[in-house]
């Protein structure tokens, strides 16, 4: 009797012990375990630590609460400003909900990571190049609330979503690269341009307090060849001082002739008519001394001896006939007389001239 109590003793202890290693589960610390008996939701969401199901009854799935570290695969697309780009991206979430993560949707990572493609495509098209490199702050918040959206339901939050590279094509790098030179070089002409003019507004103030003492200008031209020597050069430079170049152009100008100025040209000199008589060509002898000459350049009629008459020589040929005896020349001289031209013989042609005959040869 007592035999067969210890048997079934130990039978029902064996069967304790299968059901309690059946029916046992142990949660860890952040997991959460969720409860579907007979395929429906247990109320209870079972918290970290030992737990009992009923076997073959229940069904014990455990959802993760840590936060999820997902990358999102890089996208390609076309930027507002029409510019090719290839863009990825990392999101963070975790699931505050284990029920409507294991209810909700089959697999909650899977569909995240879908929702995150999407999203980070449609933030590429809605966004510039610009944004893309330098506002990513913005862009981020804005693909975290595309994606935050949907995930509610899910008993899925997300906690921050971060653009990580932004690749562009080469051309777009080079022509970035050349805007960055350009841009540069035009902050640093501006500098230079503004260092100029400081400049000169300290060396016009320097000018003008040089300008009360004039030592301070032979002063500081000597200070200058002291530096040019300190060198040990083999040629020396000596400036030129610029008030003797313009006591130069001022004597220059005094060199002028009267009347004509700069930029002006001398008025042209009055032939004189063919009418009028120059008294240098006149013969000393004809005009008296005391002549004068005339406002026009000829010689006073009132001043000339009366006795001695000009003649005009014209081109009109001599009249036909004989002259009178007596009778003036034509050209002033007599025809005979003491004052008459001595009559020239013509010349004689030579003997074997007046002896040859011309004979022609047909």
Excluded at 60 to 73: A, E, F, G, H, Y
Excluded at 80 to 107: G, H, M
Aim: glycine content about 6%; overall charge negative; proline content about 8%.
């Amino acid at each position: 009797m007592v035999q067969e109590l210890l048997v079934a003793l130990v039978a029902v202890l064996s069967c304790g012990l299968v059901y309690a290693m059946a029916a046992a589960r142990v949660v860890k610390q952040y997991e959460r375990g969720v409860v579907l008996r007979l395929g429906r939701l247990h109320d209870a969401v079972r918290p970290p630590g030992f737990t009992m199901i009923v076997p073959g009854i229940d069904r014990l799935r455990k959802v993760n609460m840590q936060i999820v570290t997902m990358p999102v695969p890089a996208q390609d697309g076309i930027t507002r400003d029409n510019v090719t780009v290839r863009v990825d991206a990392v999101i963070y979430f975790k699931v505050v909900d284990p029920a409507s993560a294991v209810i909700q949707v089959e697999d909650y990572r899977f569909a995240v990571s879908q929702m995150a493609q999407t999203s980070l495509r449609s933030i590429i098209g809605k966004s510039d190049l610009d944004d893309l490199l330098s506002d990513r702050e913005k862009l981020n918040q804005g693909l975290e609330l595309m994606i935050d959206s949907p995930a509610v339901g899910w008993g899925v939050q997300i906690d921050r979503v971060e653009i990580k590279d932004v690749s562009l094509p080469e051309t777009m790098k080079r022509s970035m690269a050349r805007q960055a030179e350009a841009d540069r070089e035009r902050r640093a002409r501006v500098i230079n341009a503004d260092a100029e003019l400081q400049a000169s507004k300290k060396l016009a103030q320097a000018a003008q307090q040089m300008s009360t003492q004039p030592a301070a200008l032979q002063l500081r031209l000597l200070q200058t060849v002291v530096a040019v020597a300190a060198e040990k050069n083999s040629t020396l430079v000596l400036p030129f001082p610029v008030e003797l170049l313009r006591f130069l152009e001022r004597a220059q100008q005094g060199q002028q002739p009267q009347g004509v100025h700069d930029g002006q040209q001398a008025p042209e000199q009055q032939l004189p008519e063919p009418d009028a008589v120059d008294p240098n060509v006149v013969d000393p002898g004809l005009v008296d001394p005391a002549v004068a000459a005339s406002s026009d350049g000829g010689v006073d009629p009132s001043a000339v001896d009366p006795t001695v008459a000009l003649q005009t020589f014209t081109d009109q040929p001599l009249p036909d006939g004989s002259l009178a005896d007596g009778a003036p020349d034509p050209d002033g001289a007599p025809e005979s007389g003491p004052g008459a031209l001595p009559e020239f013989e013509p010349e004689q042609p030579p003997e074997h001239a007046r002896k040859g005959r011309f004979t022609r040869h047909h």
